[in-house]
């Protein structure tokens, strides 16, 4: 029983639940996954509770969902740790196993992350540098340590609202910026309210579908690896699509008439200062450990060097 | 007892008073914060949104004082007020019994939230947000049992719609 | 077994258990039924403490008590008479007015009768209507302007929509289109029901208590105006905040909560100090009891989605039904039947997925479905069991919601005349959009 909050008929949800049918019938129906999309289980704290009491067994949800389990996941959002998504593969295929097996020792089972594509930021007024943004009402969500940490490292002051309230706040304009990954800001149709997006890879994002050890450690070892084969290969097909409909998105949102503004090299040194110092912090309060942040940079390196 | 029960009274509505005053306060500074200062703190929302689970419930301990809950009384119009005693007796038992199972399930995962030291929003632990749920339960449970005492003893304050 | 626990749990009810008991009772068994740890209500009932606009319900509400508590009643009264009582059943449109703007600012959190409901029966019952049309018109009227805009509700369908229009081939649906197409819907319920109050009461006449009708006074209006300054720009504060971007929702109750004290108590000093905290704890102990009901209603809900009912509920209807007509009336009793179980926001949150992709198999706009959708939720408020504005309006005036809902009878009827207007003419909501 797997909770999620992408809706139901998306590409995520449907992939799951034909890669359910095919469990079912490969285990003769003593594996059967069944999907609640659309969030009707509640947000990710909510979920994760259900699944302690063993109401659901997972969950599919944003990376940041499972930190708690192995903090070195959010190593992928490191904010502009990358400039392109050649550079993510080349980090992902390295370290997903890594993330996997992570997940694994803190009580994760899980079977590929799926691509969530670069978060933006989208405004009314053009953002260049750092202080254009900090000139918005920038909005983060409430509830959400992290992105307020970020937010606190690059020095500035947002306005906290709820996921729901975004929308209204931006006809209103008690809000007129965000960051926030293209095929969000479509779905949402945040982007009608803004006029510009800053070409900046800020963050990379992604979810998975994390199935807790206590449930899955309960079916067969046989079943088990049935339960892998589909689900990996679902998976990797759902990342490659997930791709896709990433990079169509951000065609999309210039279709609608959103201006692309690129930072200058000079105020793009000072975003980057201000990331590394917020990566810095990540490191110092112990979400991220130096040894995985060495390692992705290890690997920027070499693959920065091969081109 | 009595005394008990004064204090106990004191303390809930000392709180939902406070915590109404301090939700409308918080909501009116994170109001002014945004619009004037053009900022605002992250630990307030979630403060604001526990803030009404507390409210909920310590307004529904202190309407279960004398019973006053929403309710569906059919029976009590068409049978004459003799026979009311036989209704609440089994009513406020079945109540008792399904405020004490909650908070009984309630206190288990609350402290196993204790454990597992999940912080709800900046440092305040998410245990001691959740533990007005136990906590209410338990009191309605023991505000029902001594309900039914009363019955017995003919002192039950009448089954009654909700007076505000 | 269960069936005999479920039979336990229906006499319980009748027999006068709290509300909040038997829905608990309810979900406890079905979750047990499931094998699921009891721990899941703890889960659910906190999740109150999950939601953004919520918090306008004890705002609200306390700003309502304090309003009924000082003498506004008497001041809105002379001022409504002084701007309509000239018209026939000029205080029911005056109430019909108020009420639909008060619920579409408050987004439906049913505190349009604490708030409205403590001054509009006292008025109405001075200007001589019968006591039991007067709560049957302030208790339906508290859902009244749930078309309107900014109500959340709509917000909410559209927000859902959007979500499915990627995947679905479907026109847009912009939440500006939800609005504009709330608009002639939530007029025309506004107008069928002035015109039953109009025709229930002319009867008055005949029997010998006229309602009588004010002569239009300049002069008065212009007092009665004055006198009402301190209060008069609230609505003003309410509106102007939230179009202006300055305030969300639940913010304009926390400035309503505030302003309404500081008139009250500093400028019209009418409410002491010191009866200030004996009259928020008051009105808190209403709110406990909402909150608590709406706290179990989430972990039956939950129970519900779980168990996977509405799904296998609504696989059956469909498997019966071929043309739109007849899926449209079917829509209809199946949302009425859940506004009567549910809370607003949980069927929201249940059926838009549900249903959205089946109407527009039988070509319907969504749109259109938004409108019919949240006209059936307004109905499903003054239906029993599960009616918001029941048990406010039982909390508010001390009425037995069994009395209440005997009252909201004939504007129910009304209110679902308007319903099948709306449903089965698609033009009322979409000419001002497509
Ligand atoms: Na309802
Ligand atoms: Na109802």
């Given at each position: 029983k797997i909770s999620t909050l992408y809706p139901d008929g998306t590409t995520i949800v449907t992939g799951l639940k034909d890669a359910g049918k095919e469990i079912a019938e490969k285990t003769e129906g003593r594996v059967k996954l069944k999907i609640y999309p659309g969030g009707v289980m509640g947000d990710d704290r909510a979920v994760e509770r259900k699944i302690r009491i063993g109401q659901l067994h997972g969950q599919i949800a944003q990376g940041g969902a499972f930190a708690s389990a192995y903090k070195d996941s959010q190593i992928l959002n490191v904010p502009l740790a990358f400039n392109n998504y050649e550079e993510v593969d080349a980090v992902r295929a390295e370290l997903d196993p890594e993330i996997q097996k992570g997940l694994e020792a803190g009580g994760w089972v899980s079977f590929g992350l799926i691509d969530g594509g670069f978060a933006y930021v989208m405004s009314e007024n053009p953002v260049r540098s750092l202080d254009d943004l900090r000139d918005q009402k920038l909005w983060l969500p409430a509830n959400d340590e992290a992105s307020a940490k970020a937010a606190k490292a690059f020095e500035l002051s947002p306005i906290m609202l709820n996921i729901g309230a975004v929308l209204t706040s931006l006809q209103t304009g008690a809000i007129n910026a965000f960051a926030a990954p293209p095929v969000a800001a479509l779905t949402l149709q945040w982007y009608s309210r803004v006029n510009n997006v800053t070409d900046m890879p800020l963050l990379y994002t992604f979810g998975l579908l994390g199935i807790h050890k206590k449930y899955f450690g309960r079916l067969s070892a046989e079943d088990q690896k049935t339960v892998h084969e589909v689900l990996e290969a679902t998976f990797a097909k759902l990342d490659a699509e997930s791709r896709k409909e990433n990079l169509s998105a951000f065609q999309a949102v210039q279709q609608q008439g959103l201006t692309v503004v690129k930072p200058t090299d000079e105020q793009f040194k000072e975003w980057k200062t201000y990331a590394d110092r917020a990566t810095a912090e990540l490191v110092e309060e112990g979400e991220i450990s130096q040894a995985m942040l060495d390692r992705l940079n290890a690997i920027l390196a070499k693959q920065r060097e091969g081109q | 007892m009595t005394a008990l029960l004064r204090w106990l009274h004191r303390i809930e509505d000392g709180l939902i008073v406070a915590v109404l005053l301090f939700m409308i306060l918080l909501a009116v500074a994170q109001i002014v914060l945004r619009n004037f200062f053009g900022t605002s703190l992250v630990w307030i929302e979630p403060l604001l949104q526990n803030a009404v689970l507390w409210i909920g419930l310590l307004g529904a301990m202190i309407a279960s004082r004398k019973d006053e809950h929403i309710r569906i009384d059919v029976a009590s119009t068409l049978l004459p007020e003799k026979y009311h005693p036989f209704l609440t007796i089994g009513v406020d038992l079945f109540t008792a019994f399904i405020c004490g199972l909650v908070a009984w399930y309630s206190v288990g995962f609350v402290i196993e939230e204790y454990e597992y030291a999940t912080p709800a929003f900046a440092e305040v632990p998410s245990w001691l947000l959740q533990a007005i749920i136990p906590v209410g339960f338990t009191v309605m449970a023991v505000r029902y049992v001594l309900l039914f005492l009363m019955a017995l003893v003919g002192k039950r304050p009448r089954m009654q719609e909700p007076v505000a | 077994m269960i069936t005999i626990a479920i039979l336990l749990l229906i006499l319980l009810a009748l027999m006068g258990a709290p509300l909040y008991a038997i829905i608990l009772g309810a979900a406890a068994l079905g979750f047990y039924t499931l094998d699921i740890e009891l721990a899941v209500l703890h889960i659910d009932i906190y999740q109150l403490s999950n939601s953004v606009v919520l918090m306008a319900l004890p705002l609200f509400t306390f700003a309502g008590f304090l309003l009924s508590e000082s003498k506004t009643a008497d001041r809105m009264l002379r001022l409504s008479q002084a701007a309509f009582?000239?018209?026939?059943?000029g205080m029911a449109f005056v109430s019909l007015i108020a009420c639909a703007f008060f619920t579409a600012l408050t987004g439906g959190s049913g505190v349009t009768i604490v708030a409205l409901g403590a001054l509009l029966l006292p008025a109405l019952v001075k200007g001589n209507y019968p006591e039991r049309f007067s709560l049957g018109l302030v208790t339906s009227s508290g859902s009244l302007g749930l078309l309107l805009v900014p109500s959340v509700p709509l917000l909410i369908y559209g927000i859902i929509a959007q979500q499915m229009s990627q995947q679905l081939d479907m026109p847009p649906v912009e939440i500006v289109d939800l609005y504009l197409a709330g608009l002639v819907p939530a007029l025309l319920m506004i107008v069928l029901l002035y015109g039953y109050c109009v025709w229930a009461t002319r009867g008055a006449a005949k029997a010998g208590h006229p309602i009588p009708r004010q002569p239009f006074d300049f002069r008065e209006l212009v007092d009665a105006l004055w006198e009402a300054r301190w209060e008069l720009p609230l609505p003003i504060v309410v509106l102007g905040g939230i179009f202006s971007g300055f305030l969300v929702v639940s913010e304009a109750a926390a400035v309503t909560a505030l302003y309404v004290l500081v008139a009250e108590?500093?400028?019209?000093?009418?409410?002491?100090l010191r009866k200030l905290p004996a009259i928020m704890r008051d009105s808190m102990i209403m709110v406990g009891g909402i909150l608590l009901i709406l706290a179990v209603a989430l972990a039956f809900t939950d129970y519900l989605v779980y168990a996977g009912v509405p799904e296998k509920l609504f696989t059956l209807i469909q498997t019966h039904v071929e043309s739109k007509i007849a899926f449209l009336i079917l829509l209809n009793i199946l949302l009425l039947l859940l506004g009567a179980l549910l809370d607003i926001f949980a069927a929201l949150v249940i059926m838009v997925p549900l249903i959205l992709p089946v109407a527009l198999r039988y070509g319907i706009d969504p749109v259109h479905l938004g409108v019919i959708f949240v006209a059936n939720m307004q109905i499903g408020y003054i239906t029993p069991p599960v009616g918001m504005n029941l048990f406010i309006a039982s909390y508010r005036f001390k009425k037995r919601v069994t009395e209440l809902f005997a009252s909201t009878i004939p504007f129910m009827l009304v209110l679902i005349v308007a319903l099948l207007m709306i449903t089965y003419i698609p033009q009322l909501s979409l000419w001002l959009v497509r």
């Open positions: - | - | 009582g000239w018209m026939p059943g108590v500093f400028l019209y000093k009418e409410i002491t």
